[in-house]
């Protein structure tokens, strides 16, 4: 009768779900966004609440006449580091989450630098608002509730994906997976738990924390009053991780890259930790059983969101697909560094802004939209040139898999394998995240037996490979570090 793994995609603005059949196949999926709060510059936060609604009103839509009982297991994947507070016994929310984004714990941070080693050793991670630490913190300091629930034990804390097990377990489990755990400044990545010094550092008491548990297997079962029957969860990631599995990079060596609003390049680094000596981040990601792996990790600020900012502020572009037919040939010498919030790996400069270099006469609107978008492959070969650094001659990338809405853009594909000279490779179903929570999901219950099982439907939509000279390739990228360094602030 199990027919089914069903995967919760729980974003930024908003959830999916979809249903794959035992081919691996989509057969059934919907989205629904949801409110973005901002309270004041700088901060952003969403209802915890309404993201279970929505993403229960999502799981009964997509279910329609199919039965609960149909369903083999559920996979998780999520938004990372967005905090929730809640209690065990009201079960509310002492707060709203404190999302990713939000920038209230910036000045905390600033005074946090003194440990900014042990931080780094022991998470692979930089202190920055970013990461959960300081967001479960300033709930506790901000809140009475919250710190009193704390002082009496009642209190819990959970990235989306433990927020989601509770509501779907009835309050039974309380967990989390490697991968966001990763993303907390509170887990020690070498040791693969929680740390006592940096929950001292961040006055957070152990016992707000989920419990620990392997990718895919078993994170508890839905209650049947919540969700019509008793079915296991058994698949977890953070979303970047999840989208590396769902890409099958579950080999060292193996890294994709997204191409969204901003881009993510991850790469499976393997058993043994490597600490970056060149501005990226290393975190948790699954081998093919789901077992943690580390990864190199960095990250683009504006990637397709240059091509956003082209079509609604310049008016340059119809739409963002039209910007492959809009550019020209050759960008003619014009780059455009769209450092717009300060530049990220592995420059790490907040003080940077954007600007176009290389104008002359004769530049029209296709040289500027072309610039723009190999500004994308720009930035992304820096991200690669990071990881391969950092992993030496071992680290030679063969490929990189992509997705992210902007990797339909064929001219910037095309680009982005002529500027790294490795065939850039789109698989046909770029889902990956929601496809990365539903193979953990899948493997942890034994749906499937084996990753190899799921592998076979990684199709291959298309494969650029590279057709430019090595000569103009590194003439054009040592244009680009030019033009980065104007944009620099110091
Ligand atoms: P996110 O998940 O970060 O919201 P998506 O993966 O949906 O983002 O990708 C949307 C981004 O990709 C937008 O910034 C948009 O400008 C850009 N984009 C979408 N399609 C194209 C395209 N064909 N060419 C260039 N950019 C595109």
Redo the contacts with the bound molecule.
């Keep these: 009768m199990s027919d089914y793994v069903l995967a919760i995609d729980a974003?930024?603005?908003g959830v999916t779900v979809l249903l794959f059949d035992k081919q691996a196949q989509v057969v059934r999926k919907l989205n629904r966004e949801f409110a973005q709060h901002y309270p004041q510059p700088g901060w952003v936060e969403h209802d915890a609440n309404e993201i279970w609604t929505v993403t229960e009103a999502l799981i009964k839509e997509v279910l329609g006449d199919t039965l609960p009982s149909a369903v083999a297991a559920i996979g998780i994947t999520n938004q990372r580091e967005t905090t929730v507070l809640w209690d065990a016994e009201t079960r509310e929310p002492y707060h709203h989450a404190i999302v990713w984004q939000c920038r209230r714990t910036a000045s905390r941070c600033d005074a946090l630098q003194a440990h900014k080693d042990t931080f780094r050793n022991k998470t692979g991670l930089v202190v920055d608002a970013y990461f959960s630490g300081t967001k479960v913190e300033w709930i506790l300091d901000n809140v009475p509730a919250a710190r009193a629930g704390a002082d009496a034990g009642r209190a819990r804390f959970g990235t989306i994906d433990t927020w989601l097990v509770d509501r779907l377990t009835g309050g039974a489990a309380h967990v989390t997976d490697p991968t966001n755990a990763s993303r907390t400044l509170m887990f020690d990545i070498h040791a693969k738990a929680w740390d006592d010094e940096l929950l001292g550092l961040l006055n957070v008491p152990r016992s707000l924390l989920p419990e620990v548990k392997p990718s895919a297997g078993l994170f508890g079962t839905t209650d049947a009053s919540v969700f019509g029957a008793e079915v296991p969860i058994t698949g977890i990631a953070g979303d970047q991780q999840a989208a590396l599995f769902g890409q099958g990079c579950v080999l060292p060596g193996q890294a994709k890259n997204?191409?969204?609003?901003?881009c993510f390049a991850l790469l499976n680094a393997g058993t043994e930790p490597v600490l970056s000596q060149n501005g990226l981040l290393t975190t948790l990601g699954c081998d093919s059983e789901g077992k943690p792996v580390y990864c190199l990790e960095g990250s683009v600020f504006v990637?397709?969101?240059?091509?956003?900012w082209l079509?609604d502020m310049l008016k340059m572009v119809p739409s963002?697909?039209?910007?492959?037919q809009v550019a020209g040939d050759s960008s003619e010498g014009v780059y455009l560094v769209p450092a717009f919030v300060g530049l990220g790996a592995p420059y790490w400069d907040q003080d940077a802004r954007g600007v176009i270099t290389g104008l002359t006469r004769g530049t029209d609107v296709s040289h500027i939209v072309r610039a723009a978008?190999e500004s994308?492959a720009f930035q992304s070969r820096d991200l690669i040139e990071a990881l391969q650094a950092d992993l030496g001659e071992s680290g030679k990338l063969t490929e990189l898999r992509v997705?992210?809405?902007?990797c339909?853009?064929g001219l910037?594909m095309q680009f982005q394998a002529d500027l790294l000279g490795i065939p850039i490779v789109r698989p046909t179903n770029i889902e990956t995240t929601a496809q990365g929570a539903a193979f953990l999901a899948g493997l942890g219950s034994g749906f499937w037996k084996s990753f190899a099982e799921v592998e076979s439907v990684l199709g291959v939509d298309r494969t650029f490979e590279p057709k430019m000279g090595v000569e103009e390739r590194e003439q054009l990228y040592a244009g680009w570090k030019e033009a980065v360094g104007r944009a620099r602030s110091k």
């Excluded at 997204?258 to 901003?262: A, L, Q, S």
């Excluded at 963002?320 to 492959?324: C, D």
Aim: no cysteine; glycine share 24%; net charge negative.
């Design positions: 974003g930024t603005t997204t191409y969204g609003t901003g990637g397709g969101a240059v091509i956003q079509r963002a697909p039209e910007s492959e978008l994308i997705d992210g809405g902007a339909a853009n910037l």
